[in-house]
């Protein structure tokens, strides 16, 4: 018996030293005010020295110890949520009764709550509602909204997004490399919204353009350093040929991310005979496969990260097979501008997609949360809703339309009904991130003359529409004419010219071809170009083309429309040429107003839907692209060799 309670002793000890002296002393008070006499006693070790933790660590550990102290039920939580039917992503289990206590930004206990509120606990009701955890996307470009992180997160906060893993390439290209990566890392650190920019890949994307920025070996590892809770891996490898070629700058990378046994996304779909080597190689995930390819892709241990407008086929594919354990199937919004976030939507439109697509709801939303999280090696911090987890929590109204009355962020509410409850500061723009269209002159319209060879009448020339996959020349092959010895357009079969800028203060090389694009009249310039993001700009004259690039650069970037040398529209966005920091709802607008003044240019078809988005990834330089313009010429992707543009 003395054994016993010598024993139950020294273990409420321990834990007292943890829970703090006030438990030590409730815990005494339960016990006993001592071990019963003559129970036996541990001799206590020799002290070693006193090893004084960092003064982060020590808040770190002062904040985890008041955590155990809530959910151990010895101080009162600061929130609880009551009365609402909780979503367990990890069992797939809707627990009806079950709350949420919350301590500073986590959560301390889930289950029954009642005996966690105190005082100044914060109660809510969620009745009627479920619960559910933030969601967290596994592969997003935050630049394509073309607003700042601090408006974005105006935006998507209330509809449900707590956490993103944001792929840097497009803003590490324009602005000189780590930098980029900066502008994420301390813009998270101030908002509600967690951040996680990986390290870019793709700076540059291919040695065949031009960008501002270098990332290699020792970038990446440096970044890892600097940033090790937020940086977790590096977003999307695309260069195949440089995978397969054992390229220094691209195995660089992802070696240094292998090192510091982080993750490594991945993009698209390499043919199923390279399949073996591309996963070999390291790479872990693709947001972009191909139906041809994304079953093999997942049963050799690659994670889909899945944008449901464009791989609709394949979440049908999986449930026709049927597939039996959707762990390695996440929900990707990756590209989306301002305006389409707030006319349809993001990660929230992801997981109503889904459900419509006839996947079950409670898998939907483990594809928006706990799949994406525990791919980036992040479940104990998001994903789920337990003890010690980040308490971003939404509190959901209808569970398979995805409407969300709620949402907490950090342990606070931030949204209700759609509109934040407060204010949110990502602090100063880095001014570093200003002024990054450096033409060495101002644009001519000679610069987009394209000439014929000596003596002739006509010529051939390589006309590539906007997405052109086929590796066969023979269907964009045109005949188009000369005049004065340079070669003209073909206007009446939608034959135009298209050129990229380098805007980086090396030299202003231009490449110009011909392309079968529409836009019957007047001129488009923009900055937004992935990946290298260029100066494009293309136009039915080259007098107006020339205007459309020198204001294009004057407002440091954005958009711009002209017709007859006057501006029609324009939108600016001076960080790093991709994103503004104006009002969503302002700069959501301007979209719209692009558009539709660039849809009465007459656009090919295919980029009548959003024209001003579209034509910003025409020429990409990764799969599945066989073909593309950038600012040193036309190439070929696969041979890396230079066509000729008329011949």
């Known amino acids: 018996m003395a054994n016993d309670q010598s024993g139950e002793w020294s273990r409420r000890k321990f834990l007292a030293g943890a829970l703090g002296t006030s438990a030590l002393a409730a815990m005494s008070r339960d016990a006993g005010a001592a071990p019963e006499a003559g129970a036996p006693q541990t001799p206590a070790p020799a002290a070693a020295p006193a090893q004084p933790l960092p003064a982060a660590a020590q808040e770190r550990m002062r904040v985890r110890l008041k955590l155990i102290r809530v959910a151990a039920g010895q101080e009162p939580a600061d929130v609880v949520i009551t009365d609402g039917t909780l979503l367990n992503t990890i069992t797939g289990e809707l627990l009806p009764g079950w709350g949420i206590a919350v301590a500073g930004d986590r959560i301390a206990a889930v289950g029954n709550v009642e005996r966690h509120i105190g005082a100044a606990t914060l109660r809510l009701s969620a009745r009627g509602m479920t619960l559910v955890p933030g969601f967290v996307d596994a592969h997003y470009h935050c630049e394509s909204s073309r607003v700042s992180a601090r408006r974005h997160a105006e935006v998507t906060l209330p509809q449900g997004l707590t956490a993103y893993f944001e792929g840097t390439h497009e803003i590490t290209n324009a602005a000189r490399g780590l930098p980029g990566v900066e502008y994420f890392v301390a813009a998270g650190r101030r908002l509600p919204q967690k951040i996680y920019p990986c390290v870019s890949s793709a700076t540059p994307p291919t040695p065949l353009e031009t960008t501002s920025g270098y990332i290699g070996y020792g970038e990446t590892a440096l970044a890892f350093e600097r940033w090790p809770e937020e940086a977790r891996g590096i977003d999307e490898v695309m260069d195949l040929p440089r995978v397969l070629d054992g390229s220094p700058r691209l195995h660089g990378v992802i070696q240094a991310a292998l090192d510091g046994h982080r993750i490594v996304a991945g993009h698209g779909s390499p043919p199923l005979e390279a399949l073996d080597a591309w996963t070999a190689a390291g790479i872990m995930s693709s947001h972009s496969p191909r139906i041809a390819e994304a079953l093999t892709m997942l049963r050799k241990g690659v994670h889909l990260q899945l944008k449901t407008e464009r791989t609709g086929d394949i979440i049908k594919q999986l449930l ?37 697509l006839g996947v079950p709801p409670i898998t939907a939303y483990q594809m928006a949360t706990i799949n994406n999280a525990a791919h980036w090696q992040v479940p104990h911090l998001h994903g789920q809703l337990a003890p010690g987890r980040y308490a971003d929590v939404l509190l959901v109204s209808d569970f398979e339309k995805v409407v969300i009355d709620k949402v907490f962020a950090n342990g606070r509410m931030v949204a209700e009904r759609g509109r934040l409850t407060a204010p949110l500061d990502a602090g100063p723009i880095d001014p570093s991130l200003r002024n990054t269209v450096r033409l060495a002159r101002p644009v001519r319209a000679a610069d987009f003359e394209i000439l014929a060879p000596p003596n002739r009448a006509d010529v051939q020339a390589y006309v590539l529409p906007p997405r052109y996959f086929s590796r066969e020349l023979g269907p964009i092959t045109r005949t188009l004419p000369v005049s004065g010895g340079r070669v003209q357009r073909d206007l009446a079969r939608g034959i135009t010219k298209f050129a990229i800028i380098e805007r980086y203060g090396k030299g202003m090389s231009i490449g110009a071809s011909f392309w079968e694009l529409g836009f019957d009249q007047g001129a488009i310039a923009w900055t937004v170009n992935h990946d290298h993001h260029n100066l494009g700009v293309l136009g039915a004259t080259d007098e107006d083309m020339a205007v459309a690039a020198n204001r294009c650069a004057a407002i440091e970037g954005g958009f711009v429309i002209v017709k007859d040398g006057k501006v029609l529209a324009e939108l600016a966005l001076p960080i790093a040429g991709l994103m503004s920091d104006a009002d969503p709802i302002e700069v959501a607008d301007k979209l719209r107003r692009l558009d539709k003044i660039a849809g009465e240019f007459h656009p090919a078809p295919s980029l009548a839907d959003h024209p001003t988005d579209k034509i910003t990834f025409m020429n990409l330089t990764c799969d599945p692209w066989k073909y593309s313009l950038t600012n040193l010429g036309l190439f070929n992707l696969e041979t890396q060799q230079r066509m000729p543009v008329v011949f």
């Open 320 to 356: 026709e097979l049927p597939l039996r354990d959707w762990r390695n199937v996440g929900l990707a919004v990756d590209d989306r501008t301002v305006a389409d976030l707030i006319d349809r939507g993001g990660m929230d439109y992801e997981v109503r997609s889904a459900i419509a």
